[in-house]
């Protein structure tokens, strides 16, 4: 049994579910096609699709030739889109039809809208090709231009041009436009225009025969259009059963969502297929809220919104619950396929070393110094460290690393460090922090320092304070300049001690990288073998260390310090991060894409070599617990630090959180009309 709450509706949180068509054809017989396109859209109904694109001239066919200016051909076309539209009437989905139609003498290659047996619009085609194989302009008049106007056809009156955008009335990103094969081959696709006037999904109807090579061309093209376009873009075209004359077909399928591929079909199938892919057209329209050139680019093309007419219609949404048909990658931040891990790791590894070499040289340092924990963000910071002295051509012993047990320091991650430092061969030492704690904390009449464990934030604090200090007076000695370990993570949720803590250095090389792509880039640098065997062996040490920050001696039961304990897990937090700094996305949908990618472990990609251990599921319960977490500390209580922290490259295009850069946000804000919104939307 479904469950019916509208949380787990695609609807709820503005996803449309659309799909590219490739019917069986059968050449110059549109009754035929027209029962291969309603099983089709019969199909799509069962499939809770909202949107179904089919080819160009798929009820007339294509590959017809003079045929399409035969009366018998188009009475027969006419009839066979009559009968379709006759059959839409109880069918969910939207039906984008291809058919040639007769206005006025003229004979036009269509694009016809149909939703629950009204024909909503027909869109011609703006641009006729008529060179190598292509001969359209012998047979149809060209749609460019064609503004204002109807058309009578299959017994009913609808508005007819290419000013046409389609919007449904009950579901608000539920906007699509409609262009066909040549015209996004064009320097200048009707879609753009169809963008810029409020259209969210981009379609195009195709025939499009196949030679060596083309298939990357749509691909290319679609991607393009959609990143360029800030949209979906929809592509079908024609299959099995065209005319094979001179000419052959694969019956190419294609959804694309701001420049990444969504969903593909198998080409040269033998029969009918669909494939579908759920369209995030709400994050599309936040994308082009915050993109402000597109706007730009509306007002320079003078605002083709009061050009377009806005064709209206009743979706009739029933707002249950029929799955999730898109990826959602667990890990926003670290690429799913290994080539993409691969290339952005290499880039993410150099912007910080590239970054790091420039403030090296800008500021004259003539030594680096660095915190070395055996954790992994020290780690990180410090192999960066290492490359850009490496690319400068100085001696790694100018890097000064510093590592300063307290009063929970456990004897492996200090190891690490040592170990860590050594394989590096940079200047290693040692400053026992715990003396001077003591002090401070007697000084400050705090109850550790009349001997009683009391191990609350000041305890914590007075340990990471007094770390930076001594790391800020060496660099002061040595002539050098601190360098930042903490990384994006521990700035959205606050996790750093303001001020003379680990919020502050010279350069927060690691300000810009979340947790989880700090833990690939080290494993990137392993496999890569970026540095020597003996240094690879300690980095895969460090990567098996739970997450600690050590501050808290251990309780009875000798377990350590939990930052994921005590904070929630990082994984699920840099996956909140990405989707509400970078998209925007409000808290309910970002619980919804949560659960759809963590609810089970079994299902799903996970990123190359990712260990089976820690391939881990949360419940809706565990995600909306944390995500609360993350809403207070990321609105309400942590944007101080963020407001005052040093310099750093920003790395990943999810977004950083600089006051100067990617994120402003008042230090004062609350957190309530997030919170409010998850709470209630939620089951």
Not at 212 to 224: F, I, N, P, S, T
Not at 394 to 409: E, K, N, Q, V, W
Not at 460 to 479: H, K, P, S, W
């Amino acid at each position: 049994m479904m469950t019916q709450h509208r949380f787990y509706s695609i609807h709820r949180h503005g996803l449309i579910r659309v799909g590219a068509c490739t019917p069986l054809a059968t050449a110059g017989d549109p009754a035929a096609n027209a029962e291969a396109t309603i099983a089709l859209a019969r199909q799509g109904h069962e499939a809770a699709a909202d949107l179904l694109v089919f080819p160009e001239l798929n009820l007339s066919s294509y590959a017809i030739d003079d045929l399409h200016l035969q009366d018998a051909l188009c009475d027969a076309a006419e009839a066979a889109l009559a009968q379709v539209v006759e059959a839409s009437t109880d069918l969910r989905p939207v039906l984008l039809l291809g058919a040639a139609l007769r206005r006025n003498g003229r004979l036009y290659n269509c694009a016809v809208a149909v939703s629950r047996g009204r024909i909503l619009g027909v869109v011609p085609k703006s641009f006729l090709p008529n060179y190598r194989e292509y001969y359209e302009k012998r047979w149809f008049a060209e749609g460019a231009g064609l503004t204002g106007l109807e058309i009578d056809v299959a017994g009913q009156r609808a508005p007819f041009g290419t000013d046409l955008i389609f919007a449904a009335e009950d579901l608000p990103d539920f906007v699509f436009h409609a262009e066909i094969c040549e015209d996004f081959w064009a320097p200048t696709p009707p879609s753009t225009a169809g963008a810029l006037a409020g259209a969210l999904i981009l379609c195009n109807l195709s025939a499009s025969n196949i030679v060596v090579g083309k298939a990357r061309d749509r691909e290319m093209l679609c991607a393009a259009q959609s990143a360029r376009a800030v949209g979906a873009y929809v592509y079908s075209a024609a299959g099995p059963g065209e005319s094979t004359t001179d000419l052959s077909w694969d019956g190419q399928g294609l959804v694309y969502e701001l420049g990444e591929q969504l969903a593909a079909s198998h080409r040269f199938a033998s029969a009918d297929a669909t494939i579908y892919a759920d369209v995030d057209a709400g994050r599309i329209r936040l994308e082009r809220m915050r993109m402000g050139t597109f706007n730009d680019a509306a007002a320079a093309s003078g605002h083709p919104e009061t050009r377009f007419r806005r064709i209206g219609f009743a979706h009739q949404p029933d707002f249950a619950d029929v799955g999730l048909k898109r990826q959602v990658h667990r890990f926003p931040f670290v690429p799913s396929n290994p080539v993409s891990l691969d290339e952005d790791c290499y880039e993410a590894f150099n912007i910080q070393v590239e970054a790091l070499r420039k403030r090296i040289v800008a500021t004259g340092a003539k030594r680096l110094v660095i915190g070395v924990s055996g954790g992994l963000d020290s780690t990180h910071a410090l192999i960066v460290a290492a490359k850009a002295f490496d690319r400068l051509d100085r001696p790694r012993s100018d890097i000064l690393g510093f590592t300063m047990p307290g009063f929970a320091t456990s004897e492996g991650t200090k190891a690490n460090a040592w170990t860590l430092m050594n394989a590096l061969g940079i200047t290693g030492d040692e400053i026992d922090i715990r003396p001077a704690a003591r002090q401070m904390l007697a000084d400050m009449d705090h109850p550790f320092g009349r001997g009683e464990p009391v191990y609350d934030i000041a305890f914590e604090n007075v340990q990471a304070g007094l770390r930076t200090d001594y790391l800020f007076r060496l660099a002061n000695q040595r002539e050098g300049f601190v360098l930042g370990t903490g990384d994006l993570s521990e700035l959205a949720l606050g996790w750093c001690t303001y001020g003379v803590g680990d919020q502050m250095s010279h350069y927060a090389v690691n300000a810009g990288v979340p947790k989880t792509l700090i833990q690939y880039l080290i494993r990137w640098a392993i496999q890569t073998d970026q540095f020597d065997a003996s240094t690879n062996t300690v980095l895969d040490a460090i990567l098996a260390t739970e997450i600690s920050p050590e501050l808290v001696p251990a309780g009875d039961d000798g377990q350590l310090q939990s930052t994921e304990s005590k904070v929630g897990p990082y994984e699920l937090h840099d996956f909140f991060l990405h989707h509400i700094v970078r998209q925007g996305l409000a808290p309910s949908k970002v619980a919804f894409l949560a659960w759809h990618a963590w609810k089970d472990s079994e299902g799903g990609a996970w990123p190359i070599d990712f260990p089976d251990a820690k391939r881990n599921a949360y419940d809706l319960e565990t995600i909306a617990r944390w995500l609360e977490s993350f809403l207070w500390r990321f609105f309400q209580t942590s944007q101080f630090k963020r407001s005052a922290i040093p310099n750093g490259p920003k790395v990943s295009g999810g977004g950083a959180l600089s006051p100067r850069g990617d994120w402003r946000a008042p230090s004062d804000g609350v957190a309530k009309p997030w919170v409010d919104e998850l709470c209630a939307a939620l089951p």
